[in-house]
Each structure stands twice: as C-alpha cells, then as structure tokens.
C-alpha cells in the first residue's frame, strides 16, 4: 500500500510507503511452496522495491530466484529504487548484487545501477548532460552490469527527464548480444502521472522479449509504452498494443 499525496504541480507530489505489518512484509523463508508456484512458468520478475522491506523478504526473493534457476525460467528485475524503503540497517549495494547474480533481464537506469549494484557512474559524462553522453554511459553501465553479473543476457536503461513548462523527454536504451539499441525519443508538454510509467516500461520489454521482437523493435515498443503511461492518471494502463504503436509514429524522434 502507498499513499500518493498530490501536489499543486507534479514536481510537488510525494508517496507515503504503508509496508509495515503487511502480509508482503511478513513473509519468512519456507511459506511459499516456490516449485508448486513456479509450475509451468517460463518467466519470473521481481522488483528492488522487494527486498527493500526487510532482511526476511530478502530472503525469501533468494529462495524464489533459486527455485526459477533450477526450473530454467528466465528472470529479471527491475532496480526500482526507493530510498524511504531501505530502513532495515542494510545498503542496497549490500544486498542486490547477490540477487542480481540470478538475473538474465536488468532494467533500470545509470544511477539505480550505480546506488543498488556498485556499478561505476561517470560523473564527467552526467555533468555533460547530452542525449550523446548519456547513451555513451548506457552502453558503459551495460557492458558493466553483464561483466559483473555474467548471468544476464540484456541490459535495458532508460531516461526521463523534465523539461521547461512541466513537460518530459523519455527514451530507453537495450544492450543486447553486444549491441546497444537506442528508442526514439519522446516529448509531451503536458504530463498527467508519473507513477506506474516505469513498471509499464518494464512490462512491455518482457511482452517484447517473449514474443521474440528484435532488439531495436523491443526498446522502441518499451518506450513508448513508458511514454503513454505517462498521460494516464493512476498507476496502471488501458493502452492496447495498437495504441502503443500509434504513439511510436506520432511522437518518436530520432534521438
């Protein structure tokens, strides 16, 4: 559960965490039958948001990664990092790296990867401030994430950043098979909620990755379902599959 409380502009906005007591937040290692769960299932995602909570849903993610490595299922995660989250006396780095080791799929952004796994940042190329120095350091924070971890197979990295007049540009970069593909970039003026547009983000790369689209087809279609969320209220989507690939024709440039 989490409490959004609106502000009189996005900017003013902030999210009240309730994880204390929940029935999440309780879990121990051994509660959940992982082989009965995982039962004809080809993919398992998980979210940094998890183990965030507490040592003993750390653990409990260990158990599940564990349980999907012996059955073959391909994981990811999502390095969604929550700093009001991690209150439990540990540092992100201290925990995600052994979690990460499981991974095929990661997904964050250069300073997520940095914050959750160690992974280094340029701040000479931050302080550039470039759509050039910025896919410059995704391809640098992929090819460190796959020596670091050399379990995973793609790298998937995106930018959102805000513009003047409350607007946004959003754009995603997928490091895969040694190539790194970039998606177009997408700008609107007029935002309506950012919350959710990550996950969306996230959805639509596994969506593209299962169905076996190619690599530039799978960051382009992540990226746009990203940027549509982000003229939904709430936290969850309505846009089809069609939508999504009119938003690809009416709003990417060439970044």
């Not at 790296?97 to 940095?114: K, Q, T």
Request: one cysteine or more; proline letters at 2%.
């Amino acid at each position: 559960l989490l409490y959004v409380a609106q502000g009189v502009d996005l900017k003013q906005g902030s999210l009240i965490y309730d994880r204390r007591y929940s029935s999440f937040g309780e879990l121990q290692p051994g509660m959940i039958d992982w082989n009965k769960v995982l039962e004809n299932i080809n993919w398992f995602h998980f979210s940094a948001i998890n183990p965030a909570l507490n040592e003993n849903v750390t653990a409990v993610c260990l158990e599940a990664l564990q349980a999907a490595k012996q059955k073959g299922i391909t994981v990811s995660v999502d390095l969604n990092y929550r700093a009001k989250l991690w209150q439990y006396g540990k540092k992100p780095a201290d925990i995600m790296p052994a979690l990460a080791e499981y991974c095929d799929v990661i997904m964050g952004n250069i300073w997520s990867a940095n914050t959750l796994l160690g992974i280094g940042l340029d701040e000479a190329m931050v302080a550039e401030n470039t759509r050039e120095a910025y896919i410059q350091h995704a391809e640098k924070t992929s090819l460190a994430i796959q020596q670091k971890f050399t379990t995973c197979k793609a790298v998937a990295l995106t930018y959102r950043f805000d513009v003047a007049g409350g607007g946004i540009e959003y754009y995603g970069t997928l490091f895969k098979d040694g190539a790194l593909y970039v998606s177009g970039g997408f700008i609107s003026n007029n935002i309506v909620d950012k919350i959710g547009s990550g996950d969306c983000f996230m959805a639509a790369l596994i969506y593209g990755l299962l169905n076996n689209q190619t690599p530039a087809g799978v960051i382009e279609y992540a990226a746009a379902a990203a940027f549509g969320k982000l003229h939904e209220r709430g936290d969850l989507t309505n846009h089809s599959i069609d939508d999504i690939h009119k938003i690809i024709k009416h709003h990417a440039y060439t970044v």
